[in-house]
């Protein structure tokens, strides 16, 4: 059975840092990465890494996150550093599996990000 558990999720100050951590388990992942979900917003992109390493990020956060996957380790992290108000969310880890029949998305409980002013 698939399991993704989400973790690292905070109270920080603004310009503070934050790493979160997603381990996986019961598969292995075509791409792993990261959405946020802010109060009466969408669920949105932040991150994705792929199992080469290939990465993407959403422009709000680039050049302040960075994710990472540890694929010995089955796990994937989010570095954010430079925290703003605004990146206050639910972080929502993601893996996607690709199979004959086509992907299969995997998520993972949310963990609370809050970022004061």
């Known amino acids: 059975q698939v399991q993704l558990v989400g973790s690292g999720g905070d109270l920080v100050q603004a310009g503070g840092s934050l790493r979160l951590s997603c381990a996986a388990s019961g598969s292995t992942f075509s791409t792993m990465g990261w959405y946020r979900q802010a109060p009466g917003k969408q669920r949105e992109l932040v991150a994705l890494i792929s199992s080469g390493g290939n990465t993407n990020y959403a422009d709000s956060v680039k050049g302040r996150f960075t994710i990472s996957r540890d694929n010995a380790k089955n796990t994937v992290y989010l570095q954010m550093n430079s925290l703003k108000p605004e990146d206050t969310a639910v972080y929502y880890c993601?893996?996607?599996?690709?199979?004959?029949?086509?992907?299969?998305?995997?998520w993972g409980q949310g963990t609370q990000v809050t970022v004061s002013s």
């Open positions: 993601h893996a996607a599996r690709y199979t004959a029949w086509g992907p299969t998305d995997y």
